[in-house]
């Protein structure tokens, strides 16, 4: 079945050191996304990926980093992750940006900062 | 600034109906979104609305006023699966995806 997939599910890592999330996708989608998600809370766009074109929302914090070294894979990469990263990070693809377009998501890396 | 406003959680009994709303303001309109997300899940497609009107879908139907910045999904026959957070999005002028807070949908037997 073609899915987006995320690994790890659980990610913990410890205050200030590095941690990379991995997103792939059998979809053969042009655009890819990250968002995080806290609880109770709206899933907040970080970077998105149209096709190898790089799009960083404006409040994305410069300690988010992303790459996309095909169109299969998407790496999200936390420099010094602090506390307050802690959240539900979400994967998700769509064929294009606009029109009836649907994001399809990964299962999420929920990620814990000791 | 752009904003979409849904209750934070309703309540409802098995086999009823129960209708979610949500109001938005936006720079654009480019469709709407329902996905309904379990808790510690990741969001599932639910429906898409550009035009104004009702779009069914099985059990789920969705509604939009363009006019009115509204929207509404419609649950029938309710089942205790449906106990979820229920998300509204907006597609702007830019196809970026602005999302509300969800409602959280409790189901009693």
């Known amino acids: 079945d073609a899915m987006v997939i995320q690994n790890p599910r659980y990610q913990v890592t410890q205050f200030g050191k590095p941690v990379t999330l991995s997103c792939s996708q059998t979809?053969?989608?042009?655009?890819m996304y990250w968002y995080q998600q806290k609880s109770s809370q709206a899933p907040k766009l970080l970077f998105h990926y149209y096709d190898k074109d790089f799009n960083n929302e404006a409040d994305t914090p410069d300690n988010f980093q992303s790459r996309r070294p095909n169109t299969s894979f998407c790496f999200l990469d936390i420099r010094s992750p602090g506390l307050g990263d802690a959240a539900m990070y979400l994967c998700a693809t769509s064929r294009e940006r606009e029109g009836p377009n649907e994001q399809f998501f990964g299962p999420g890396t929920r990620l814990t900062v000791l | 600034g752009q904003n979409i406003d849904q209750p934070t959680e309703m309540t409802a009994t098995e086999g009823a109906i129960v209708q979610i709303n949500c109001t938005y303001q936006?720079?654009?309109?480019?469709?709407l979104f329902w996905y309904q997300q379990h808790a510690g899940e990741a969001p599932t497609f639910l429906s898409y609305?550009?035009l104004d009107g009702l779009e069914e879908k099985g059990r789920f139907s969705s509604f939009l006023s363009r006019s009115k910045g509204y929207s509404y999904l419609l649950l029938k026959e309710l089942q205790m699966k449906d106990s979820a957070s229920y998300l509204c999005a907006v597609m702007d002028s830019n196809y970026q995806l602005i999302w509300g807070a969800g409602t959280k949908l409790i189901i009693k037997p």
């Open positions: 936006t720079s654009g309109f480019n469709g």
């Open positions: 979809l053969n989608h042009n655009v």
């Open positions: 609305n550009v």
